[in-house]
């Protein structure tokens, strides 16, 4: 019966065996989360499984990711990458994760991200760009990210940032410092509706470029009489 019973366990084994495992340097649970951290891997595994939703590759050795690294796992939700050697995105790096919703990138050597890097991240929510090499972001980086919640850039060189639309319509945002956009040269619509904000001295200063400013839905009871409004901003009715 022993002998049997053992046979049957071995059978089972079998049958139940993902047919794409993950590669030996990878820890797996459930087919649906696999850590393969402090592997010094320089690629990422292909035959990992299918049906993965996070995948955790942080602390490698990776420089480059091919194209076609993805192809296989359309159902992933959460990609780390963070702590690698990675230099450059390129166009199309991730089009084959249409599911990603985090994606964390800090900690890397990234100079540059070509245009179309994000592209089919249609419910992306988080992006980590943390730690990186970036000195400018250029018009479009992050085009088409329509459910992008928290885009992280601190730690990087950054100088210029080509941001001409910013939406930030719906949250909770009580008040704008001073300055805070002073650094968006090229910003030319602000949408700022449904929020609770209170405008204060020189919020608007420094943007030269700005035209279409959204402000309705606020809790604007007062504008301070320094604040300083861009002649050429205009207000819109649709946000």
């Not at 139940?16 to 990878?26: F, I, R, S, T, V």
């Not at 994760?97 to 990138?105: G, T």
């Not at 080509?162 to 650094?183: D, M, R």
Request: proline letters at 4%; aromatic letters at 4%; hydrophobic letters at 45%.
């Amino acid at each position: 019966m022993g002998i049997k019973l053992r046979h049957l366990l071995m059978f089972l084994l079998i049958i139940l065996k993902e047919p794409n495992m993950p590669e030996a340097d990878c820890r797996c649970l459930s087919s649906l989360i696999c850590w393969c951290k402090n592997k010094s891997l320089t690629s990422i595994p292909q035959n990992l499984p299918t049906f993965l939703n996070q995948l955790d590759m942080r602390h490698n050795l990776i420089s480059t990711i091919q194209s076609g690294a993805f192809v296989n796992l359309a159902q992933l939700q959460k990609l780390v990458l963070s702590n690698n050697q990675i230099t450059m995105l390129q166009a199309g790096t991730f089009v084959n994760l249409p599911q990603l919703q985090v994606l964390d990138l800090s900690n890397n050597q990234i100079t540059m991200i070509k245009e179309g890097s994000f592209a089919n991240l249609l419910l992306l929510r988080t992006l980590w760009l943390i730690c990186n090499q970036m000195k400018m972001i250029h018009a479009g980086t992050f085009a088409n990210l329509p459910q992008l919640q928290e885009l992280r850039l601190s730690l990087n060189q950054i100088t210029v940032i080509q941001l001409q639309v910013l939406y930030l319509s719906g949250n909770q945002i009580t008040t704008i410092q001073a300055g805070a956009l002073a650094n968006l040269p090229q910003l030319n619509k602000l949408a700022l509706s449904g929020n609770q904000i209170m405008i204060h001295e020189g919020t608007f200063t420094n943007i030269p470029q700005l035209q279409v400013l959204y402000l309705l839905s606020n809790q604007i009871t007062m504008i301070e009489e320094a604040t300083t409004v861009v002649p050429a901003a205009q207000p819109d009715n649709n946000d």
